[in-house]
């Protein structure tokens, strides 16, 4: 029976060999099992894409954004609510909600802290003040 501190630890650190999804095609699922048996490790490419990119929160590619996306997120990096936003861009609330989701899940920013963030080490907030 694993240890307390056993359950805590990630399946990687517990000495598997492999890791896939619950939503992994079947194909992927053979490919791990056979990766395994051979010896090898296995990562599902999704999380190992995740885990060796280069950027990840304020080194993600600004240029990935549209222009509205951008500006989107300028303002929210300037403090403005949803509501000032939609009033200052002439857009719904719900226009600016869609902006500002795709924007933060393209950057992978998870709260407005690491939006200023971002703006500020992109120079964004320079550029609107």
Avoid at 38 to 54: E, F, K, T
Avoid at 102 to 117: G, Q, Y
Wanted: proline letters at 5%; glycine letters at 4%.
């Amino acid at each position: 029976m694993p240890t307390r501190r056993q359950k805590e630890q990630p399946p990687l650190r517990r000495n598997a060999r492999g890791f896939v999804f619950k939503r992994s095609t079947a194909t992927d699922l053979l490919q791990a099992i056979r990766c395994v048996l051979a010896g090898d490790n296995y990562v599902d490419p999704a999380l190992a894409a995740r885990i060796l990119s280069p950027r990840h929160g304020t080194q993600c590619d600004p240029g990935n954004l549209s222009e509205r996306e951008r500006s989107v997120i300028q303002l929210v990096a300037l403090g403005y609510s949803n509501k000032e936003i939609s009033s200052r861009l002439n857009l719904s609330i719900k226009t600016i909600e869609t902006y500002r989701t795709r924007a933060t899940d393209k950057l992978e920013l998870h709260s407005r802290a690491a939006i200023v963030r971002f703006a500020q080490s992109n120079g964004w907030l320079a550029e609107l003040q």
